[in-house]
């Protein structure tokens, strides 16, 4: 592209191109500038100098979750239970099984905290990433109804345009400052969300996650791993209890009554078992459904960006011919900057739909994290 600035002599004019080439990836002393993606992993916003990136806060949200830290505790009581039991000769069979079991549970329960900790994290941390583009937005915004106010001004003086017209003008400017002040106080707020779960102080900044690679997985193999819930485990090892308890009054020197006793608790866990298991595999194929649709939304999202980048290239080829005005090509601009605001929520509807994928399956399938 040539030299904005030698386009046209008016300073007022290179400001206006200044402006609206940020939305085409140039960079810019007090600005950084969005690029456009190749591909749906690349994530762009307007980007702080520093900040955080996603994995940052997951890891920092992981050493400093209560839930998490309580459950790593519980597993370590849990397993030093275990393994005591196991290695006492005086302790009867159902203490060291109900012992292992206990293990077990503890250890999904562990996990269940993480995960529940990364799509928590993963929530706050694109409320602040879309707090930040929503600013930019709302910044750009605010510049185009302040050149509008500008034009009306103008045509009013050479009797081109009303009083009304200027009013009106001033309104959509006002509206649009509010808009700003209000997306500045959202961004704080998300903010502050994101400092609580991750234990990091002041104004956090963000950085968009790069190239995001989910786990590749059908929902037949999903399910296939379900039992690793906490909910299946603990359904498990009541049936697996239950069962013990038969078997230990299934002989001639116990009452009739307490074998059927026992027998109708088998029965009653085994319902627990198969109703907990419906319940995991719906949830499941509902997580999974909603990450299929965010996807195919998030190539229409690219889609539109891809048209709206062209659009602005027309224009700024067509300003330079002298056929539109530089008013005209803000506005292209805008409508960059909202298409790619637009395909950047789709790309963080994207990754909360795979932290609640992951969730619902009980392992991460969100690209970020490692194993949890």
Sequence with gaps: ?????????????????????????????????????????????????SGITLQAAITAALQNNADVRTAQ???????????????????????????????????????????????????????????????????????????AVQVAQAKQQVGNATALDVQNAQNTLAASEQGLADARAQLALAQARLGTLTGLAGKLQVLAPDNVSPAAASLAQLQGQLPRLSALVAAGNAVSEAQLAVDLANND????????????ALANAQRSQLSAQQNAAQTLASAYQTWQNATELLAVAISREDAAKKNFEQDTARLQSGTISAVDLQATGLLLKKAQYTRLQAQGNVLEALAALSVAAGQNLSGVGGTL
Excluded: C, H, I, W
């Excluded at 900790?117 to 750009?140: H, K």
């Excluded at 020197?253 to 109708?264: E, G, I, N, Q, S």
């Design 1 to 49: 592209m040539p030299s904005l600035v030698t386009v046209r002599k008016d300073s007022s004019l290179a400001l206006t191109l200044l402006s609206a080439a940020l939305l085409m990836g140039q960079p810019a002393a007090a600005q950084a500038a969005p690029t456009t993606p190749a591909s749906p992993g690349n994530a762009s916003t307007q980007m702080p100098a």
């Design 73 to 147: 505790a519980n597993l370590e009581k849990a397993s030093a239970t275990n393994t005591a039991a196991q290695a006492d000769p005086s302790v009867l069979v159902a203490a060291k099984l109900s012992a292992r079991n206990a293990a077990a549970l503890a250890a999904a329960q562990l996990s269940g905290a993480r995960l529940a900790a990364l799509q928590s994290t993963t929530a706050a941390f694109l409320a602040v990433l879309e707090g930040q583009e929503s600013v930019s937005v709302q910044t750009l915004q605010v510049q185009a109804d302040q050149k």
């Design 253 to 264: 020197y116990t009452p009739a009554r307490t074998l059927a006793d026992a027998r109708t």
